[in-house]
């Protein structure tokens, strides 16, 4: 045992004897030793101590007492000793302060200083003690007390700790090397200003040559460029942290970071094939799914999205493609009616295009990749088809049984071309007033038209295929009935003319309109005449407005009821039509007093009627007659 009592002089000072045990030193690094991964016997060997030593002998130090953490206990650490003890324990030494009595005991005849626990740095750096020497007869002081300090002094015996564990990080796949992935932090409860014993040093386990460690910072950064997702998409990187500098001997911890590389665009689509064949009916309606195809991409989510498209316009002009939005495949569906018998097979290339094209990967990738479609159309076996979607025919009324009036045509499109028979839908010719040729489909007249009665005929035409099927199909043919003249015009209401006394010669009596049944292609054209007599009628005239209307005017004046109460005035009405038709009306024209406003009374027909002894109604009744020119009766 080396051991060392310095004895140290001070005017107003108790001398404070240091003792230090090289053998405590040593026992302290052994005793750390299970701890540790490495034992460090150049740490045993104690360079604190050396530097203590010197301290001491500078004569300064010596209110300090230096003590290593987790030393053995009891040991003696110092001793002190006053000027005036001779050694026959008259002097007894008592300690108070921090720690007094429960970390560190004196003996109060020798006055040697010894721990009573283990000392741990981490929990208490240092202890502030009064050294008292008392003379033992009269407990009264023999010196001033004095102040001191016990220094625990740190040894390297707490292991470095990851701070925020786990460590999770992602990055870009193809990023460059040196990008910066993350940062594990670690901490160590040993005194960092003393020593090596909380000097951080990180370096990597596992996850070379992909990673590094700066070994200062714990940076993780990543050294290999282009590390691809499709390839390997995670990467366990194991960093240690080693205190003492990463020096052997110290201790050690290591984490887990747990890196995912995270997808870019850096694959563009194939298709699965080079070929697809669809076939589909040509009966398909329009929007039926034909088939799907699909481009497979490394990608995934955005970067796999496609958008697929159909090249060949004139070909392709019958489809259409759509991008299933949750499998990405492209959906071919039918755009355009098909027809096997006109068109059977369709060839057309399909291209698929990446959504979201990362431009940083075009130089070596064009995002894109094309395929071949073949579309074959399937026989359906199809109804008859008429050679036009409608028919209208015009035909004049009145013609013969028998005259044909139009002929309609329908054929079967399929390869099979079978014949077809006609008919007329019943319920569209309840009169019964048309024919059809079953194999010709020409249709007449089955009994005369009248315009008058039913200016249109719109008949349901059916064509059926007598073979196979039997299927059918079925036309409207409109049928406009054509006006012959064949009635006569006729005034347009019955009038009841009257003229009143004093009305004076040119006066107007009566404006006369006309109206005609049948449909003259130019419009109406009416004639209005007085009946051709051999004398000019000297009271009333007609004169032809030129506008469907007649006027008709009185030709002398002096009308007085007492002279005559009405006139008979027979009147022709021709119409425009070839031949020409036309009716003679007798108008009665009554004679009124017109008093005193100026309106004849309506009673005052009725009055006359009574007065000449005839009913009302052959009073005004018209006399009508109808004839033609060459035969007219009146
Ligand atoms: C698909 O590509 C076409 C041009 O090729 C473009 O007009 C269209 O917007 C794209 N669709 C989507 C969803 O990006
Ligand atoms: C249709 O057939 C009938 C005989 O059934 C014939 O009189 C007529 O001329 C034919 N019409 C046409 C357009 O062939
Ligand atoms: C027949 O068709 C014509 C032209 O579309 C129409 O004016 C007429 O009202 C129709 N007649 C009947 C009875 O449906
Ligand atoms: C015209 O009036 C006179 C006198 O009222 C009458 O006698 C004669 O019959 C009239 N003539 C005709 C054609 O009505
Ligand atoms: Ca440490």
New binding site residues.
Partial sequence: MDQRTITMRCPCLLDLVIILSLTSCCMLSEARAPHSLEPDHQLGQGSPTTALHQRLRRGWIWKQIFVPEEDPTPSVIGQLKSDYDRGDFSIKYILSGEGAGEMFEINEYSGEIRTLQKLDREEKAFYLLQAHALARKSNEPVEPQSEFIIKVQDINDNIPQFQNEPYVSSIPEMCPMGTIVAQVTATDADDPLFGNNAKLIYSILQGEPYFSVEPKTGIIMTSMANMDREARDQYLVVVQVKDMLGLSGGYSASTTVTISLTDVNDNGPTFQHNLYTFAVLESAAVGTTVGRIMADDGDVGINARM?Y?LEDLEESATFKIQ?DPVTQEGVVLLAKPLDYESKRRFVMSAKA?N?HIDTRFLSYNEFQDRTTLKIVVEDVDEPPIFMAPDYEWKVLENMVAGTVVGTVSARDTDAINNPIRYSIDKSSDITKAFKIDPNNGTVTVAKPLDREEAAWHNLTINAKETKQNHLSSSVVVFIKVLDINDNAPMLAREYQPYICEGTQSGELIQLINAVDLDDPVEGHHFYFSMVPDKNINPNFTIRDNQDNSASILARRSSFTRRDRAHYLLPMVVADSGSPALSSTSTLTISVCSCQPAGHCPTGGVEALAISIGVSLQTLLGFLVCLATLTDWLC
């Fill in positions: 958008n498209s991008t295009v959504d």
